[in-house]
C-alpha cells in the first residue's frame, strides 16, 4: 500500500518537474520573441545613416530636394499645402547585410477625414534624388520601399481602410499604380492610424536573412505591433536610405523626427559570407509574383509561410494538450488507486 501511494507522489513529482520545464521554455520564447525587435542599443546605432536632432549631419551625410524644411525639432518633407513633394536621402551607401531602421515620424494636417494627402515613403533604394511620382520619389526604383499612404484612391477597395503602410520590392520593372494604391505590387501591409496624433508615432523596419519586418507603434503604448513580416526577400548591400513625401489637390504636413539606423549583430555561413552582396538582385521569392495580386481582394499574399509568432505558438498549444492529459492521467490514476485501498 505504501510503496504503491509512494509511486503515485514520485510521478506527480514528475509532473510537476514537466509543468516547471514548459513553464521556463515558455518564458525563454518569449523573451526570443520580444528581443525580435532591437531595443535601440546605441552600440549598435549607425550614426553615418542616422539622422537624428539637431540634424548637423544635413548638407553632409544628408541632402534634400524640394518642399524639404529642416528645423531644429523636425524635418518637413511637405507643408500642408497643394502640389508639393520633398525628399531627404543619406549620402553614405550602407554595406550593412542585417540591418533595422526606427522612424519617429508626424503626419497632419488641417484638412478633415479622407481630405488629405498622399504620405510618406521611406526608401533603401540603389538611387537617391530622383523625383518622380511615386510620394515624391522616381517610379520603378531598384530597391525597397515602404509606404505610409493616408489617402484611398481606389474607390473599390474598401476591404481596407486607411491610412495604410506596405512593402514593395523593385528591380526596376514594376510601376507604382496609384490608381489602386500599389496593390499590384505590395508584398503585404496593414491599417495604421498614424495622422494628426497628439503623441510620438514610429516605425520600425528590419532586414535580416532574407526576411523583411516591419513593425509600427502608433498607439502610445511604447510596443511594436506587427505590421509586415515576409521572407524569401533579397536585398544587396550599397543602396541608400532616404525618405519622401507628396501632396496633391489634398495635403498635410509629413514630418520626420528621426530616422536610426542599427546594425544587426548575425552570423552568416562562408558561402553567404564570400558572395559579392553589392551585386544581389533586389527580389522576393517563395511568393507568387506581385503582379498575381491583381485578382486578389486583399491585395496581400494568401500562401505566405508561418511566422516565428505562429510557429511558436503551434508549438505552445501541442505542448499544453500534452500536459493537460498527463495531469487528467495522473489524476485518473490516483483516483484508481485511492479506490483499490477500499479493497485491502
Request: with cysteine; net charge negative; charged share 25%.
Given at each position: 500500500?505504501?510503496?504503491?501511494?509512494?509511486?503515485?507522489?514520485?510521478?506527480?513529482s514528475?509532473?510537476?518537474?514537466?509543468?516547471?520545464?514548459?513553464?521556463?521554455?515558455?518564458?525563454?520564447?518569449?523573451?526570443?520573441?520580444?528581443?525580435?525587435?532591437?531595443?535601440?542599443?546605441?552600440?549598435?546605432?549607425?550614426?553615418?545613416?542616422?539622422?537624428?536632432?539637431?540634424?548637423?549631419?544635413?548638407?553632409?551625410?544628408?541632402?534634400?530636394?524640394g518642399?524639404?524644411?529642416?528645423?531644429?525639432?523636425?524635418?518637413?518633407?511637405?507643408?500642408?499645402?497643394?502640389?508639393?513633394?520633398?525628399?531627404?536621402?543619406?549620402?553614405?551607401?550602407?554595406?550593412?547585410?542585417?540591418?533595422?531602421?526606427?522612424?519617429?515620424?508626424?503626419?497632419?494636417?488641417?484638412?478633415?477625414?479622407?481630405?488629405?494627402?498622399?504620405?510618406?515613403a521611406?526608401?533603401?533604394?540603389?538611387?537617391?534624388?530622383?523625383?518622380?511620382?511615386?510620394?515624391?520619389?522616381?517610379?520603378?526604383?531598384?530597391?525597397?520601399?515602404?509606404?505610409?499612404?493616408?489617402?484611398?484612391?481606389d474607390?473599390?477597395?474598401?476591404?481596407?481602410?486607411?491610412?495604410?503602410?506596405?512593402?514593395?520590392?523593385?528591380?526596376g520593372?514594376?510601376?507604382?499604380?496609384?490608381?489602386?494604391?500599389?496593390?499590384?505590387?505590395?508584398?503585404?501591409?496593414?491599417?495604421?492610424?498614424?495622422?494628426?496624433?497628439?503623441?510620438?508615432?514610429?516605425?520600425?523596419?528590419?532586414?535580416?536573412?532574407?526576411?523583411?519586418?516591419?513593425?509600427?507603434?502608433?498607439d502610445?503604448?511604447?510596443?511594436?505591433?506587427?505590421?509586415?513580416?515576409?521572407?524569401?526577400?533579397?536585398?544587396?548591400?550599397?543602396?541608400?536610405?532616404?525618405?519622401?513625401?507628396?501632396?496633391?489637390?489634398?495635403?498635410?504636413?509629413h514630418?520626420?523626427?528621426?530616422?536610426?539606423?542599427y546594425?544587426?549583430?548575425?552570423?552568416?555561413?562562408?558561402?553567404?559570407?564570400?558572395?559579392?552582396?553589392?551585386?544581389?538582385?533586389?527580389?522576393?521569392?517563395?511568393?507568387?509574383?506581385?503582379?498575381?495580386?491583381?485578382?486578389?481582394?486583399?491585395?496581400?499574399?494568401?500562401?505566405?509561410?508561418?511566422?516565428?509568432?505562429?510557429?511558436?505558438?503551434?508549438?505552445?498549444?501541442?505542448?499544453?494538450?500534452?500536459?493537460?492529459?498527463?495531469?487528467?492521467?495522473?489524476?485518473v490514476?490516483?483516483?484508481?488507486?485511492?479506490?483499490?485501498?477500499?479493497?485491502?
Amino acid at each position: 500500500m505504501r510503496a504503491s501511494t509512494c509511486g503515485c507522489f514520485d510521478k506527480m513529482s514528475g509532473f510537476k518537474t514537466f509543468l516547471s520545464s514548459i513553464f521556463i521554455f515558455f518564458l525563454v520564447e518569449c523573451c526570443l520573441v520580444a528581443c525580435d525587435i532591437t531595443d535601440g542599443n546605441t552600440e549598435h546605432l549607425k550614426r553615418e545613416h542616422s539622422l537624428t536632432k539637431p540634424y548637423q549631419g544635413v548638407g553632409n551625410q544628408w541632402d534634400f530636394w524640394g518642399s524639404t524644411l529642416v528645423t531644429s525639432s523636425y524635418v518637413r518633407l511637405t507643408p500642408d499645402e497643394r502640389s508639393k513633394q520633398g525628399s531627404i536621402w543619406n549620402t553614405v551607401p550602407c554595406y550593412l547585410k542585417d540591418w533595422e531602421m526606427h522612424v519617429q515620424f508626424k503626419v497632419h494636417g488641417s484638412g478633415k477625414k479622407n481630405l488629405h494627402g498622399d504620405g510618406i515613403a521611406l526608401w533603401y533604394t540603389k538611387d537617391r534624388l530622383h523625383p518622380g511620382p511615386v510620394f515624391g520619389n522616381q517610379d520603378q526604383f531598384h530597391g525597397l520601399a515602404i509606404f505610409l499612404d493616408t489617402f484611398r484612391n481606389d474607390l473599390h477597395g474598401m476591404d481596407r481602410s486607411f491610412p495604410f503602410i506596405s512593402a514593395m520590392v523593385n528591380n526596376g520593372t514594376v510601376s507604382y499604380d496609384h490608381g489602386k494604391d500599389g496593390r499590384s505590387s505590395e508584398l503585404g501591409g496593414c491599417s495604421a492610424d498614424i495622422r494628426n496624433r497628439d503623441f510620438d508615432t514610429y516605425l520600425a523596419i528590419r532586414y535580416s536573412r532574407g526576411r523583411l519586418t516591419v513593425m509600427v507603434d502608433v498607439d502610445d503604448k511604447n510596443e511594436w505591433k506587427e505590421c509586415i513580416d515576409i521572407g524569401g526577400v533579397r536585398l544587396p548591400t550599397g543602396y541608400f536610405f532616404g525618405a519622401s513625401a507628396a501632396t496633391g489637390d489634398l495635403s498635410d504636413n509629413h514630418d520626420v523626427i528621426s530616422m536610426k539606423l542599427y546594425q544587426l549583430m548575425v552570423d552568416h555561413s562562408p558561402e553567404e559570407e564570400n558572395l559579392d552582396w553589392t551585386k544581389i538582385e533586389p527580389s522576393v521569392s517563395l511568393f507568387k509574383s506581385p503582379k498575381d495580386n491583381i485578382d486578389d481582394p486583399t491585395g496581400n499574399f494568401r500562401g505566405t509561410p508561418l511566422t516565428g509568432w505562429k510557429v511558436f505558438l503551434l508549438l505552445l498549444c501541442a505542448l499544453l494538450g500534452i500536459v493537460v492529459c498527463a495531469v487528467v492521467g495522473a489524476v485518473v490514476f490516483q483516483k484508481r488507486q485511492e479506490r483499490n485501498k477500499r479493497f485491502y
